[in-house]
């Protein structure tokens, strides 16, 4: 790709290429939420499920459209399709193998794709052949990158739904499978109303086996998800966390606390000034932070189900009936910067990439064009994921060493 993209704020020309080609580390992206719309239709034919559309631009226009609903249930209930057409071993393989594909060309040089092993078992599978095959099939991917020339390499992370009641059953299965590349375990599905707690034993199985957990939490409930996530969860990462902000508070500037801020400095007003003496954290928040518990942040994805707190809500609990202006419709009024700026460990991520349109490359030179972001600001928020990864210290070293070997080359800005 050479397309010149001009930013609206910077007047400044970003090549996508360049963007693209920049080594990146994914540490939150679905496999079902990353199919090629063509893959969808050819799997629901062998399978006999009906799709919306059958015409695979159609199909994706389709999948986009119902994810823009602004409610993360419609969102969710765009999943029955891909799942549906992920019940064999042969179609996981498949779509493992061309996930991998992708994430090689869109520059990601080591990923942790999660899915749920509980939601693929409808034709018979087993959770253990499930896994083997989705394993088999980022091999796959693996072996036909390199013979492109891309080094890349991809972990699972098995998710439980917070809304069964098989975590344990996967917990089990996470550790049993660490051989096949599982790293991790996620609790994933609806967050309101069913807490971490309800996950107890399957949390205790991982902390007991030393299994990797990060957590969707602070995505769509408050903060105190976020503080269950890491009490309960023992989480070493947060899914989303966007939500932290409601227990960051804004001080008016002789020091005192103020809760109630209709206008926020922008991140150019916070590089003139310390972030960290404009605000106050909370106990959670403090944590997050202070612990470099990576927030696994997916900005597109946020803004298509009203997730985030706009920049201007700052330590205010979600209302009762959220206003329309409660939310950031747009990159610019997105946590993202503000949540850099107060040193959290942010990494970026495309949650996604078929519903919400999207990749790592699409969400960098989104944040090249709202707010600047350069070579370092790539590489920051890069090295924050590849330390944050959930495997063993000398392959994330090896994963480091792949990055700063990328951006040696790499140009200021494109
Ligand atoms: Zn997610």
């Given at each position: 790709m050479s397309a010149?993209?001009?930013?609206?704020?910077?007047?400044?020309?970003?090549?996508?290429?360049?963007?693209?080609?920049?080594?990146?580390?994914?540490?939150?992206?679905?496999?079902?939420g990353a199919l090629r719309p063509q893959t969808i239709v050819e799997l629901a034919a062998e399978a006999g499920h009906e799709l919306p559309a059958t015409d695979p631009a159609a199909l994706e226009r389709w999948f986009v459209e119902s994810a823009n609903s602004r409610?993360?249930?419609?969102?969710?209930?765009?999943?029955?399709?891909?799942?549906?057409?992920?019940?064999?071993?042969?179609?996981?393989?498949?779509?493992?193998?061309?996930y991998v594909l992708d994430a090689a060309?869109?520059?990601?040089?080591?990923?942790?794709?999660?899915?749920?092993?509980?939601?693929?078992?409808g034709d018979g599978l087993d959770i253990d052949s499930a896994i083997a095959a989705v394993a088999r099939g980022l091999a796959l991917g693996e072996e036909a990158a390199a013979e492109r020339g891309a080094t890349i390499t991809v972990r699972q992370i098995l998710c439980a739904m917070r809304h069964?009641?098989?975590?344990?059953?996967?917990?089990?299965?996470?550790?049993?499978?660490?051989?096949?590349?599982?790293?991790?375990?996620d609790l994933a599905g609806p967050e309101l109303g069913f807490p971490p707690s309800k996950h107890r034993e399957a949390l205790e199985y991982c902390?007991?086996?030393?299994?990797?957990?990060?957590?969707?939490?602070?995505?769509?409930?408050?903060?105190?998800?976020?503080?269950?996530?890491?009490?309960?969860?023992?989480?070493?990462?947060?899914?989303?966390?966007?939500?932290?902000?409601?227990?960051?508070?804004?001080?008016?500037r002789d020091g005192e606390l103020a809760d109630n801020v209709s206008r926020l400095p922008t991140s150019h007003d916070i590089s003139l000034v310390p972030a960290s003496s404009l605000y106050r954290m909370g106990e959670v928040a403090s944590w997050v932070r202070d612990r470099h518990i990576a927030l696994e942040m997916c900005p597109c994805s946020n803004l298509q189900t009203d997730a985030a707190p706009r920049v201007g809500e700052v330590g205010k609990p979600q209302p009762t009936e959220p206003t329309a202006d409660h939310w950031a419709r747009t990159y610019r009024e997105h946590p993202i910067e503000l949540l850099r700026s107060l040193e959290f460990a942010v990494t970026v991520n495309p949650d996604n990439r078929l519903?919400?349109?999207?990749?790592?490359?699409?969400?960098?030179?989104?944040?090249?064009?709202?707010?600047?972001?350069e070579r370092e600001d790539f590489l920051e928020i890069t090295l924050n994921a590849a330390n944050a990864t959930f495997l063993p210290l000398e392959e994330q070293d090896?994963?480091?060493?792949?990055?700063?070997?990328?951006?040696?080359?790499?140009?200021?800005?494109?």
């Open positions: 010149q993209v001009v930013t609206p704020l910077f007047d400044i020309s970003y090549d996508v290429g360049w963007i693209a080609a920049l080594p990146k580390v994914c540490l939150h992206d679905h496999l079902d409610s993360l249930e419609r969102y969710l209930a765009t999943f029955e399709h891909t799942v549906a057409v992920l019940q064999s071993a042969s179609a996981l393989t498949r779509v493992a193998r061309e060309a869109d520059g990601i040089v080591y990923g942790e794709v999660r899915w749920a092993p509980e939601q693929h078992l069964t009641d098989r975590s344990l059953e996967i917990a089990q299965a996470a550790v049993r499978n660490r051989r096949r590349g599982v790293v991790g375990f902390a007991q086996h030393f299994l990797p957990v990060t957590l969707h939490a602070g995505e769509a409930d408050g903060v105190e998800s976020i503080r269950q996530a890491v009490v309960e969860g023992r989480a070493l990462r947060i899914g989303h966390g966007v939500r932290i902000l409601e227990d960051v508070v804004r001080r008016q519903m919400s349109r999207t990749s790592m490359t699409h969400e960098f030179l989104k944040l090249a064009e709202e707010f600047g972001y090896e994963i480091v060493e792949r990055v700063m070997a990328g951006y040696s080359d790499a140009p200021v800005v494109g």
